[in-house]
């Protein structure tokens, strides 16, 4: 397929909004429908407002690779929510300028690809002592059993063990943040000053200072032994030994916002794209017989690592695909600057442009008939290859989300690891995707477990 011809910057007005509220209204009782009219109805190009600013939504993908490209360069990130900063605080996700680019640098070198390959043995084992403790027959809630493997894969790489019990007390914490921010997206709660309590604002406090007694007692503890964090290499070790090009090191403040954002974002990322993923296959049997073929031909009936990842063909496919049909981040905003463009036409300064990944990977001109599940979309020699940032689960130009790889990865593994000894049977019904912080079931998955039986290992014969 030849490259999209790029369709010219010409804003066409969206549907009427309320006065101070925009389109809030609407967008909020059916966000995921809100923009697929949106797309559908008006055009690439579309302006609207959510609350008391206008904005313009960008639907084509050459627009999109424009605007992620400009990021800190004409366009700067928004701040979205009271919460998502109270649980972040000034972490590179949300940093700007020259702050920006220094916790970039000292953090991107915690999750390169070398760090990620050293990482996959504890995918790999965690996902497969969660598998251990299942039986044949057994009923499972997949959110849950996929947030203990990944929760415990994140504990792992990024504080060197799984803390125990209280890593209960962290994880209950982060769920009510989470789901706070989630709803914060969609009410009116959005504009209000940082002043105003709420009594969720206040469960919300509660939650932060729960993780951060436990965040900062992690890292008085490795400050306190050097000796004993000598011979660590996990996440939050790297973060304290980090240093910028003036050899300074991260503060505490800035080793606990890294260490939380990467936390938040290395759980429940991964756990929602793999309910999905259960969920895909179980309602798609030759998609599922297909990945079981390919790990018992490739595996051979042993446990998957990292060099397999390449090999593992249709199941890096399947994950492409879940993620492109539910995108865990599906929303993404950016403020112009004062020298703001798009397709050569200037842009208001301080307009808000949008983009979705919901909206563009369900584009029937970028995925012939969108809603199906068909992993070989992503074949390279399909007859129709996606466009570029037609597909962007992970954001794109220099904010591309730096964990990207690892989420990958880890999702493949695990997928890998489970799929091999167990099939997850969910149990049938529609379900429709919640968009809240992430994009998740509304309704819990729950799933039967039938056990497989594996081939057996392959032995090597001595020379």
Request: net charge positive.
């Given at each position: 397929?030849?490259?999209?011809?790029?369709?010219?910057?010409?804003?066409?007005?969206?549907?009427?909004?309320?006065?101070?509220?925009?389109?809030?209204?609407?967008?909020?009782?059916?966000?995921?429908?809100?923009?697929?009219?949106?797309?559908?109805?008006?055009?690439?190009?579309?302006?609207?407002s959510l609350g008391p600013r206008r904005g313009l939504f960008l639907f084509h993908p050459q627009h999109i690779a424009e605007l992620l490209g400009a990021v800190e360069v004409t366009f700067e990130t928004l701040e979205i929510g009271w919460v998502f900063r109270q649980v972040t605080g000034h972490s590179v996700i949300l940093s700007r300028g020259a702050q920006w680019?220094?916790?970039?640098?000292?953090?991107?070198?915690?999750?390169?690809?070398?760090?990620?390959?050293?990482?996959?043995?504890?995918?790999?084992?965690?996902?497969?002592?969660?598998?251990?403790?299942?039986?044949?027959?057994?009923?499972?809630?997949?959110?849950?059993?996929?947030?203990?493997?990944?929760?415990?894969?994140?504990?792992?790489?990024?504080?060197?063990?799984?803390?125990?019990?209280?890593?209960?007390?962290?994880?209950?914490?982060?769920g009510v943040a989470q789901r706070a921010a989630g709803d914060e997206i969609r009410s009116p709660t959005l504009f209000l000053p940082g002043w105003v309590p709420t009594p969720t604002r206040r469960r919300v406090l509660r939650a932060v200072a729960a993780i951060d007694a436990e965040i900062h007692r992690l890292i008085a503890a490795r400050r306190a032994d050097p000796?004993?964090?000598?011979?660590?290499?996990?996440?939050?070790?790297?973060?304290?030994?980090?240093?910028?090009?003036?050899?300074?090191?991260?503060?505490?403040?800035?080793?606990?916002?890294?260490?939380?954002?990467?936390?938040?974002?290395?759980?429940?990322?991964?756990?929602?794209?793999?309910?999905?993923?259960?969920?895909?296959?179980?309602?798609?049997?030759?998609?599922?017989?297909?990945?079981?073929?390919?790990?018992?031909?490739?595996?051979?009936?042993?446990?998957?690592?990292?060099?397999?990842?390449?090999?593992?063909?249709?199941?890096?496919?399947?994950?492409?695909?879940?993620?492109?049909?539910?995108?865990?981040?599906?929303?993404?905003?950016?403020?112009?600057?004062?020298?703001?463009?798009?397709?050569?036409?200037?842009?208001?300064?301080?307009?808000?442009?949008?983009?979705?990944?919901?909206?563009?990977?369900?584009?029937?001109?970028?995925?012939?008939?969108?809603?199906?599940?068909?992993?070989?979309?992503?074949?390279?020699?399909?007859?129709?290859?996606?466009?570029?940032?037609?597909?962007?689960?992970?954001?794109?130009?220099?904010?591309?989300?730096?964990?990207?790889?690892?989420?990958?990865?880890?999702?493949?593994?695990?997928?890998?690891?489970?799929?091999?000894?167990?099939?997850?049977?969910?149990?049938?019904?529609?379900?429709?995707?919640?968009?809240?912080?992430?994009?998740?079931?509304?309704?819990?998955?729950?799933?039967?477990?039938?056990?497989?039986?594996?081939?057996?290992?392959?032995?090597?014969?001595?020379?």
């Amino acid at each position: 397929m030849a490259a999209p011809a790029v369709p010219p910057v010409r804003p066409v007005a969206g549907p009427r909004g309320l006065p101070l509220l925009g389109n809030l209204p609407a967008f909020g009782r059916d966000p995921l429908g809100f923009l697929e009219r949106l797309r559908d109805e008006h055009g690439d190009v579309v302006s609207w407002s959510l609350g008391p600013r206008r904005g313009l939504f960008l639907f084509h993908p050459q627009h999109i690779a424009e605007l992620l490209g400009a990021v800190e360069v004409t366009f700067e990130t928004l701040e979205i929510g009271w919460v998502f900063r109270q649980v972040t605080g000034h972490s590179v996700i949300l940093s700007r300028g020259a702050q920006w680019r220094r916790k970039r640098a000292l953090v991107q070198p915690t999750v390169r690809p070398r760090q990620v390959r050293a990482y996959a043995a504890v995918m790999t084992d965690c996902a497969g002592a969660a598998a251990d403790g299942w039986r044949d027959g057994q009923s499972v809630d997949v959110h849950r059993e996929m947030s203990l493997i990944t929760q415990r894969i994140v504990l792992r790489t990024l504080f060197g063990n799984d803390l125990g019990r209280r890593a209960r007390t962290l994880g209950d914490a982060m769920g009510v943040a989470q789901r706070a921010a989630g709803d914060e997206i969609r009410s009116p709660t959005l504009f209000l000053p940082g002043w105003v309590p709420t009594p969720t604002r206040r469960r919300v406090l509660r939650a932060v200072a729960a993780i951060d007694a436990e965040i900062h007692r992690l890292i008085a503890a490795r400050r306190a032994d050097p000796a004993g964090a000598a011979g660590r290499d996990d996440l939050l070790t790297r973060l304290l030994r980090a240093r910028d090009e003036q050899g300074r090191p991260l503060s505490a403040r800035e080793v606990r916002d890294e260490a939380v954002t990467l936390w938040a974002a290395g759980q429940e990322t991964t756990s929602t794209a793999l309910t999905w993923i259960w969920y895909l296959l179980s309602t798609h049997p030759a998609a599922r017989a297909r990945l079981e073929e390919e790990l018992d031909r490739v595996l051979g009936g042993r446990p998957p690592a990292i060099d397999d990842h390449e090999e593992l063909t249709w199941t890096r496919w399947v994950v492409k695909e879940a993620l492109r049909l539910y995108p865990p981040a599906w929303l993404i905003p950016a403020v112009a600057g004062p020298s703001a463009t798009l397709g050569g036409a200037l842009v208001r300064p301080g307009t808000i442009v949008w983009c979705s990944q919901w909206a563009t990977h369900r584009d029937p001109r970028w995925f012939p008939d969108p809603a199906a599940f068909r992993p070989e979309r992503w074949d390279p020699a399909a007859p129709a290859p996606v466009p570029d940032h037609a597909w962007f689960p992970f954001g794109g130009g220099q904010r591309t989300c730096l964990g990207a790889r690892f989420a990958q990865v880890e999702a493949a593994l695990v997928l890998a690891t489970v799929a091999q000894r167990f099939r997850l049977d969910v149990t049938p019904g529609p379900v429709a995707p919640y968009p809240g912080l992430l994009l998740q079931p509304t309704v819990p998955l729950r799933a039967t477990l039938h056990a497989r039986t594996r081939p057996r290992a392959r032995r090597v014969q001595a020379g």
